[in-house]
């Protein structure tokens, strides 16, 4: 890359790019700073991410990698203790490197939990596993659509009220026409019909543009969204990211069982690792896992 002058494009100018204040519209003279005072080309909030990203990578330029790897972190939690299991990896004297999740408390010793650290790959697999059973799931699915049609007629508050004061609208403008067939016309009724139509008509406009700004997302294409989720490859990091992501919202480990809790399901899973004929506790036997990745 070449700056405007044909020079190669130096780390620190980037780091000037990231930092300057002035794409967000605030411009600087000597001591005053005036906020807005030129035109913002970098929306508020993303700059504010981007100088929190920064802060992050500058006191551990390795861990934002390390931690993407971990793909349950902010999501796993011990089931004795209530902590956040957090991803720590040791290597063996063979020279294998092992990639664990640990309880928070047990590692700090914080509090007395004795809970088991899990294996990476094993925890990551099962709960891809079991997503994977719920998005194969045609009920499931159901569940879902209809949950977010719920919400997102839920999310759009004005609309239905323009929609019933449309309707008050109208049965009084009925009235008022029943009325003048009846030969009541006097120049109130008229003043109040000519009121009461233009009232409609705002409303009319007021409902065309609220669907307008908000389009309903069609039952149709919402299934349609979801079933993409079933030609996902599990065994690929995007794909798992994505399907732990998009479902699931916590996970609460225990050392024999596991819950967890859907984001667009309603109540939770409990997952005895008896069904399965292995536990965290047999974390050296990797192959009997492969199965989970068939799904
Ligand atoms: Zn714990």
Redesign the pocket.
């Known amino acids: 890359m070449k700056n405007t002058r044909g020079q190669p494009l130096t780390y620190n100018s980037i780091q000037h790019l990231l930092n300057n204040r002035r794409y967000i519209g605030e411009y600087t003279y000597r001591d005053i700073v005036v906020p807005d005072g030129i035109p913002a080309i970098v929306p508020q909030d993303l700059f504010e991410r981007v100088q929190d990203r920064l802060a992050k990578n500058k006191k551990a330029p390795a861990r934002y990698k390390a931690e993407e790897d971990y793909l349950l972190t902010t999501k796993l939690f ?6 956040y ?1 957090c991803g720590e990896s040791g290597t063996s004297h063979t020279g294998n490197t092992h990639r664990y999740y640990k ?4 590692k700090k010793k914080r ?1 007395e ?3 088991k650290s899990v294996r990476k790959e094993w925890i990551e697999d099962f709960v891809v596993g079991e997503t994977m059973k719920m998005v194969m799931d045609d009920k499931a699915i159901e569940a879902i659509v209809s949950m977010l049609m719920d919400l997102q007629d839920r999310e759009n508050v004005n609309l239905p009220l323009y929609e019933q004061q449309l309707r008050e609208a109208d049965i009084a403008i009925q009235n008022l026409l029943n009325a003048i067939q009846q030969g009541i016309l006097t120049k109130s009724t008229k003043g109040r019909l000519e009121e009461l139509e233009a009232t409609k008509e705002e409303l009319e406009t007021r409902i065309a543009c609220e669907k307008l700004a908000k389009p309903k997302v069609s039952a149709e294409f919402m299934t349609f969204w979801l079933h993409r989720f079933r030609k996902l490859d599990v065994r690929q990091k995007a794909h798992r990211k994505m399907l732990i992501d998009t479902f699931i919202n916590a996970i609460f480990l225990y050392d024999d069982k596991m819950v967890i809790t859907f984001n667009y399901k309603e109540g939770t899973d409990t997952i005895t690792f008896d069904d399965l004929k292995t536990s965290p506790a047999a974390e050296k036997s990797g192959s009997d896992l492969d199965c989970l990745t068939a799904v």
């Open positions: 011990c089931g004795y203790c209530g902590a299991l309880c928070v408390s047990v509090q939990c004795h809970k």
